[in-house]
Structure formats: structure tokens, C-alpha cells
């Protein structure tokens, strides 16, 4: 399945259309990926692992906390199909800020003898792999559980941060 491959032009939504914390005003450059579409393509990449696995019950491993939004999707969308899975857990991190730290901090319970014999389809936030929901310009992404500094995982849509959004200090608000 080919990924959605998004412009690098901004949409052409108001922000004032979307909905986010107040707080947030100003820390987007522009809209990315509206919720709609990400749901969407959820549902589309749920039919297509349907297909490929009708009467397996692959292991979905979601990797922790980026790609935990559209792992829910996926896997609702993969209920309303009726097809079987199972769900596992996993968390990984190698930013800091904006940049990569080149080291990869693994997290999580996850037995890896579990998955001996099992199909495994990995969740994760950007990946190169067989099933690909966007591809997008390279530009730092927030929301939809994508993160900058721990923010940002509660907006609904994808956004570009912004040097304001980046500047921010978190520590405000606990006012």
C-alpha cells in the first residue's frame, strides 16, 4: 500500500477551524494532517492488514507514546472488520528537542519471546515499512500523540511547530 504523500505547502485551513488548547495560540507554523484524514487512513491501512491476514491473528505492536493515537484507530478500525489481533506494548525514544540523540532508549514490559512464531505489525510514529500511512516533508510534526518536549500529543490534528511552539517553555503551565 503506497503512503499519502503530503505537500509541502501549507493547507489552506484556518487554525481558527481546528481545535486545540488555547495555551497552544501561536505555536503552529501550519496545519499538516487533518484528524479526519488520519482516521481515514487508519480505517484504509486496517483493511488493507484485514486482507493480508484474514484468519491470522497478528501481533500489533504499537511503539510508545508517537504512535499511540493512530494505534487506537487502527485497531477500532481493525474491530469494525472483525479481524483478530493482539496487542502489545513498547517505548522508545532517541530525541531530545528537535534533534536526534543517535541513541535509542528502549522502555516497556514487552516479552520479545512472546512474539516467537507470530506475525508482527509494528505501530510506530515514522517508520520504512510495508504498511505506511503518509509521507510527509521533512519538517518537525507535533500532535495526534507526536510530541515536542513532552507537548503537543494531546492536539487532534498534525501541525508543523513553529520557533514560537519550539520556544516555549512548559513550565507556564503550571501557573
Not at 532517541?94 to 509494528?122: A, C, M, P, Q, R
Not at 510514529?125 to 507535533?142: E, L
Not at 490534528?157 to 507556564?172: A, E, L, M, T, Y
Request: charged letters at 25%.
Amino acid at each position: 500500500m503506497e503512503p499519502i504523500i503530503i505537500p509541502d505547502t501549507p493547507t489552506e485551513i484556518a487554525a481558527a477551524d481546528r481545535i486545540y488548547p488555547p495555551e497552544y495560540n501561536g505555536h503552529f507554523s501550519h496545519l499538516l494532517i487533518k484528524r479526519e484524514d488520519i482516521i481515514d487512513r487508519a480505517t484504509n491501512l486496517a483493511r488493507a492488514i484485514h486482507e493480508d491476514y484474514k484468519g491470522k491473528r497478528p501481533v500489533l505492536l504499537c511503539v510508545l507514546k508517537g504512535a499511540s493515537s493512530f494505534y487506537l484507530h487502527l485497531l477500532e478500525a481493525l474491530q469494525d472488520l472483525r479481524q483478530g489481533f493482539y496487542t502489545e506494548f513498547i517505548r522508545l525514544s532517541s530525541y531530545e528537542g528537535s534533534e536526534t540523540t543517535g541513541k535509542v532508549k528502549v522502555g516497556g514490559g514487552l516479552n520479545y519471546s512472546d512474539l516467537t512464531g507470530k506475525d508482527l505489525i509494528v505501530v510506530k510514529s515514522k517508520a520504512d515499512a510495508k504498511y505506511i500511512g503518509f509521507s510527509i516533508p521533512p519538517q518537525f510534526v507535533i500532535g495526534f500523540g507526536l510530541d515536542y518536549n513532552e507537548l503537543y500529543r494531546d492536539l487532534k490534528d498534525i501541525w508543523v511547530i513553529s520557533q514560537q511552539g519550539i520556544d516555549f517553555d512548559p513550565k507556564q503551565l503550571h501557573k
